[in-house]
């Protein structure tokens, strides 16, 4: 008997997790991987919990960095592990255009508090895909394009990743290497396999354009490709729109299936439209592709968790019948989604001048993470720090990767009390003019006294 799509998942499922099992050790590299540690057996004495043996998980290896953060007393303490921007003062930021919205709604008596539909806010959805694809963009005329509110960039991505495990017939995804640590564990734990493509060069600090065109040309033909729309994390590389037009052309000749995961719109260049123009491209070519959209950023909406994921189809007819398979991913995980996050943002990018003043004040925060660039740099060169750090200048978005390793991290931590994750990134959006002194002394040090 043929086995439903919903069966095979499942089985899938549970022969990805299966490979990754690992009994009663921790594991960082298999945590990395999405696996998740399963304790032996109970062996507990009567009275005792039937949870004694279960082996306690390691950190997450970037929200991590902020519980380690928050532990230490020290007076000159500087988060730099997660993407969340602060003010020069040191603080998190709630846009005015946020707040105004909040008070439209808060006013509004009309409002009620009742369920979504599955699908979340038809507005929001309507809205966002504009906001990715243009608002001339023929696949959003011609009904090809099926956006679902989902919780944030990674809930999207969670979202797309359990739509392909059991609608798409190719299960292998390709991810760059390095890229968000996320990625792997989503991935696999829908029951996709995870294999990675050449993309960062540690050489020159910047694209492995080759190694990128050699692992995507002898990928299968099908397989799903991941793609950082822009600002690529954790590197801050991203190609060239010349290099995009030839990555499209590699990946549509191939028939693979882009998936643009689109967490920093606006915060590379500053350009809601310019920041746009990688998932543009592919979709203006009439191909199919898949879009996850985080609001957590560009609109310091972190905590409401609000995302979309579009898929674009080649037929309207196509696009609706995705969208009533999608409904069933999400009925069983969560039902369906948050209303006040997505008020928020359909309230914004409804009214012309509300959506004005976004532009202004993202442009804003993306300017002062481009100060802070320039203020490290020149504070390196300045203490006559040894070797190359143009690539902070260079690198987009924001994150740099600064190609310290994990002992001068390590030493960082210990001795100036500078948090960041321990493969060298640091989160430029949590600089301020006060705390480019302390880094610059710290790397400084790490780069001189640590091999
Ligand atoms: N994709 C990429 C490439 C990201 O960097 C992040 C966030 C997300 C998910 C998706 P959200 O679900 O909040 O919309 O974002 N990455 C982090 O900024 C951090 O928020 C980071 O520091 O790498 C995280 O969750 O790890």
Redesign the pocket.
Known sequence: MKKSSETAAADRRLSTVARHLITTTTNNEEEENGSFMISSSPTAAAGQSVFSNIVGAPEDP??GVTVAYNKDPSPVKLNLG??AYRTEEGKPLVLNVVRKAENLLVNDRTRVKEYLPIVGLADFNKLSAKLILGEDSHAIRGNLVTTVQCL???GS?RVGAEFLARHYYQHTIYIPNPT?G?HTKIFNLAGLTVKTYRYYDPATRGLNFQGLQEDLGSAPSGAIVLL?ACAH?PTGVDPTLEQWEQIRRLIRSKSLLPFF?S?YQGFASGSLDKDAQSVRMFVGDGGECFIAQ?Y?KNLGL?GERV?ALSIVCRAADVASRVESQLKLVIRPMYSNPPIHGASIVATILKDRNLYHEWTLELKAMADRIITMRKQLFDALSARGTPGDWSHILKQIGMFTFTGLNTKQVAFMTKEYHIYMTSDGRISMAGLSSRTVPHLADAMHAAVTTVV
């Open positions: 970037i929200l997660v993407g944030s960039g990674t991505l968000w996320n950082h994390n995961d967490a985080s957590a972190y995302g």
